[in-house]
């Protein structure tokens, strides 16, 4: 059984994915206490994989559908036994990590996520997207040397934008990432 804390249909908001059509499903818990966390960890339903599978399956069967496996952190619960699940219509299946922890097979596309003072297991990613605080800034060369596909900085909660954009002027190696879910006010 998964501990989920919600599941639900809208927009990808961040990152390399922006503007697909995507089914979130927010796993509770997580190793870390970021003070920016937006995840409600105060509830979670227990669900099977087939469970969540087909609550994912009755917003959308297209394969252009993203799954988003997000938290909290995903990486504490997702198995191959979901990630199956979740393949059977083919559809793009994408976690959202800090990436302290191994992934399972079957994952189609890895936004790493990393946070301050966390140690990351992961050796590649698809995209980094760090979070532009205080505590990032002096790790923000290593996350740009990380093997990935492409590397995001995206401000604080909406609060820090001309910092970032600041930042990525001088180094032209980011892209800027808004939580445009936030500034469109949807999910």
Known sequence: MYRVNEIFYSLQGEGYHTGRTAVFVRLAGCNLRCPFCDTDFS????MSADAIAERVFAYSTSPDTLIVLTGGEPSLQADEALTKALHRHHQTLTIETNGTHPLPDGIDWITLSPKAGADVVLTHADEVKVVFTPDTVNDLPRWAAFPAKHHYLQPCSCTN????????????????????HKYIDIR
């Not at 509830?43 to 227990?46: F, I, L, V």
């Not at 934008?161 to 445009?180: A, C, F, K, N």
């Open 43 to 46: 509830h979670s339903e227990p």
């Open 161 to 180: 934008t001309e910092d970032v954009v600041r930042y990525i002027l001088g180094h032209p190696e980011w892209r800027l990432s808004l939580q445009t």
